[in-house]
């Protein structure tokens, strides 16, 4: 008999999930089927306490994705659930609830956030077994002090700055929580059916207050986020309010001792671009001569650059983006080259730009290429390494010898090898001899996780060109 064999028969283990064809439910997703635990003799997982502890239902995952979960990474994709047991006389796990989840031979492996809208149906909160609601909430507050924490000792050796990440998510064991320090402002998402729920927000509400003292704590939701996990949208009343009857929604907030304007009701993600901040400053130490920022948003790198060159071209689609960065630069010019008078902004789709403008023969000694996720997917890969080879091709054809370059990817989907393999091919096709001055990623508070390859998405190459 084999092991497994014992295991059914003595009944620690239920019965391995059927192969039968999977049930449509509502919204066109292949559901897993579900089965009751009634006829399963108790307890049905391998734990090592009570099987009391453990929170039903229980969720058996594939081999595949155990062993994933055993490496270090938090989610399990939908494809991977192979059943859901409920005890018996209970429901299936609601929208968010917390499952106990278990290999294919009923190993417990911890504690998991259900979703039912998402492709990743399962993310994992703990390893330990979570047998109450409030133990949970006491493990998002001890998680958020130690983030919050992180940041505040990280700030207090810089100078001129007041803006950071305060929570990174799965990066701070904290999945589904995203929040940004604009100033005296805080700007929450709660991006999972798990965290988006009340006692969570008042969890979180109550950190921030204790230990930031902010003006304003808002709730901004991601759209798209929010359409894939099926979430409400949250009230647009601030969270917490200083000054309930007038809230402060509107600041400047302080990156690398330049000013920026922050509106919590506009601009993209939670706002500025926070990962970038020190690669802003690398950016600044390398600028020389004339100097073009593509995709400048509100202008984080060419106000940077502008420190240290007299002219500075920024590029941008964006009509809004580019009134925020004419307002950054006004209250910033008496800290740039010539008061900032060589800054000027263009409206362009960025490919177009810099097909005429390397055409027509334009020269610069420092360009910056910034541009947003080119790959949200990973069929969207292959288009993505087209754009970056096109962009950094006519950046290459227009740097004059000795010009710096400095070229970014936020594409979590596209490793560092293929976006520098991406960036050699079009040095090549250009005749340009680059040499590579530094590989950087995310600043402090965007911590990067070895296990989990998606908190690595920022990739920045600065170059040289011969």
């Excluded at 609601?94 to 499952?99: Q, Y």
């Excluded at 999972?192 to 927000?201: F, I, L, P």
């Excluded at 390494?385 to 950046?395: C, I, N, S």
Aim: aromatic share 6%; charged share 30%.
């Amino acid at each position: 008999m084999t092991t497994q064999a014992r295991e059914r028969r003595k009944g620690t283990m239920p019965p391995k999930a059927g192969r039968g064809k999977a049930v449509m439910h509502a919204e066109g997703r292949a559901k897993k089927p579900q089965k009751d635990a009634g006829d399963i003799a108790e307890p049905v997982i391998k734990v090592r306490s009570s099987p009391d502890a453990v929170v039903w239902p229980v969720v058996r995952i594939s081999r595949r994705a155990a062993a994933r979960v055993r490496a270090g990474h938090p989610w399990v994709y939908q494809s991977d659930v192979e059943e859901m047991i409920a005890k018996s006389g209970e429901d299936i796990a609601a929208p968010g609830s917390l499952v106990t989840v278990v290999d294919e031979k009923g190993v417990a492996l911890g504690t998991a956030m259900y979703s039912d809208a998402s492709l990743i149906t399962l993310r994992m909160v703990t390893r330990e077994l979570i047998g109450e609601r409030e133990e949970f909430l006491e493990l998002v507050r001890r998680r958020l002090r130690r983030a919050v924490q992180m940041r505040l000792d990280g700030l207090k050796g810089l100078t001129g700055t007041n803006a950071c990440r305060l929570v990174f998510g799965e990066a701070d064991d904290l999945p589904g929580i995203v929040a940004d320090r604009y100033g005296e402002l805080v700007i929450l998402q709660l991006l999972t059916q798990g965290t988006h729920v009340d006692d969570v927000r008042a969890v979180v509400v109550d950190i921030f207050r204790e230990m930031l003292e902010p003006e304003t704590i808002v709730e901004r939701p991601d759209a798209r986020i929010r359409e894939l996990e099926q979430l409400e949208a949250p009230s647009a009343e601030p969270l917490y309010s200083r000054n309930a009857e007038k809230p402060i929604l509107a600041t400047v907030f302080a990156l690398n001792g330049l000013k920026f304007y922050f509106d919590a009701n506009a601009g993209q993600k939670t706002g500025a671009f926070l990962d970038q901040r020190e690669n802003y400053l690398a950016a600044e130490s390398y600028a020389q001569g004339r100097a073009l920022d593509i995709c400048t948003y509100q202008g984080g790198f060419a106000l940077h650059l502008a420190r240290r060159c007299s002219q500075v071209t920024g590029v941008d689609a964006s009509r809004a983006a580019l009134e925020v960065a004419e307002k950054n630069l006004n209250i910033n010019r008496d800290q740039l080259a010539g008061q900032g008078s060589g800054v000027e902004w263009i409206e362009a789709n960025a490919f177009d730009l810099l097909r005429d403008w390397s055409d027509a023969g334009e020269e610069f000694d420092t360009i910056v290429l910034d541009p947003p996720a080119f790959a949200k997917s990973k069929r969207a890969v292959e288009g993505a390494l087209r754009g970056y080879k096109e962009m950094t091709l006519r950046a290459l054809k227009m740097l004059r010898p000795g010009g710096r370059l400095v070229t970014c990817s936020c594409s979590h989907h596209v490793p560092l090898v293929e976006f520098q393999a991406a960036v050699a091919e079009a040095a090549s096709d250009a005749g340009k001899r680059v040499r590579l001055l530094e590989i950087r990623g995310a600043a402090f508070d965007h911590p990067a996780i070895l296990t989990i390859p998606e908190t690595q998405y920022l990739k920045c190459l600065i170059c040289e060109v011969d």
